[in-house]
């Protein structure tokens, strides 16, 4: 079974740009959640999404925003970019068997992004 | 607020030693835990998940423990070997359909 998968895996923009990231999750999950990655602050949750809606979001800006397709992949979008959205975004995808989704993680190779 | 903190945040051991990682937690209400690796530069790879009802789960060379009441949760690896090196994340997950992690253990393994 292939695993979660990322494009495009590397990434650079300007400042005041837009970018959108994509995300594939395992065949059969429905459950994709969003994390960035900086050396200063970890790894942060951005969004989870399942079934086409959000049910949950960091505490991130309105500059970054999410959807969900009906056959369950994601995209990310950044809007208005900034030097410190610099990052390695990763994508994971879960059963989401209950309605908490306690469930496995899978995670994706990842985005880095590099704003300039 | 949930905190997850690991330590030692680095640690070089020489091929073949056994060895334990930490990791804390704030907030007992969890509903599990797991524990990942990355090499750098790449994704995560999920190595083991313990429920909050377990005490433990083993993957080859590889036992985690939980104790839930204490915040506490380890990661035993047996006899390292040089392609165990990364950095080793734990997260906790609390019911918000997100996990919290930990700023990591960086791991070397000297051959």
């Keep these: ?3 979660v998968t990322q494009t495009p895996r590397y990434l650079i923009k300007t400042r005041g740009q837009q970018v ?31 079934s086409e809606t959000q049910r949950n979001k960091g505490n991130f800006p309105g500059r970054f925003s999410g959807r969900q397709f009906s056959n369950s992949r994601s995209e990310m979008n950044v809007s208005t970019l900034e030097l410190g959205d610099s990052a390695l975004y990763l994508c994971a995808s879960s059963l989401a068997v209950g309605p908490i989704n306690t469930d496995t993680q899978y995670f994706g190779p990842g985005t880095r992004l590099t704003v300039l | 607020k949930q905190e997850v903190t690991q330590i030692p945040a680095a640690l070089s051991v020489p091929e073949g030693e056994n060895l334990v990682l930490n990791c804390s937690f704030t907030d007992s209400a969890i509903y599990n835990l797991q524990w990942f690796r990355q090499d750098p530069g790449k994704g995560l790879t999920s190595l083991l998940l ?20 204490s915040g506490r949760s380890t990661l035993y690896i047996a006899a390292s070997q040089p392609g165990d090196s990364a ?5 906790v997950h609390t019911g918000r359909r997100a996990l919290t992690f930990g700023s990591g253990t960086r791991l070397q393994v000297q051959p």
Excluded: M
């Design chain 1, 20 to 50: 959108t990231l994509s995300c594939s999750p395992i065949s059969g999950h429905r459950s994709v959640s969003w994390y960035q990655q900086t050396p200063g602050q970890g790894l942060q949750f951005l969004f989870e999404y399942f």
């Design chain 1, 1 to 3: 079974k292939a695993g």
């Design chain 2, 87 to 91: 950095t080793y994340l734990c997260a």
């Design chain 2, 50 to 69: 313990i429920q909050s009802s377990q005490r433990e789960q083993t993957s080859g060379r590889l036992n985690a423990s939980l104790d839930k009441s």
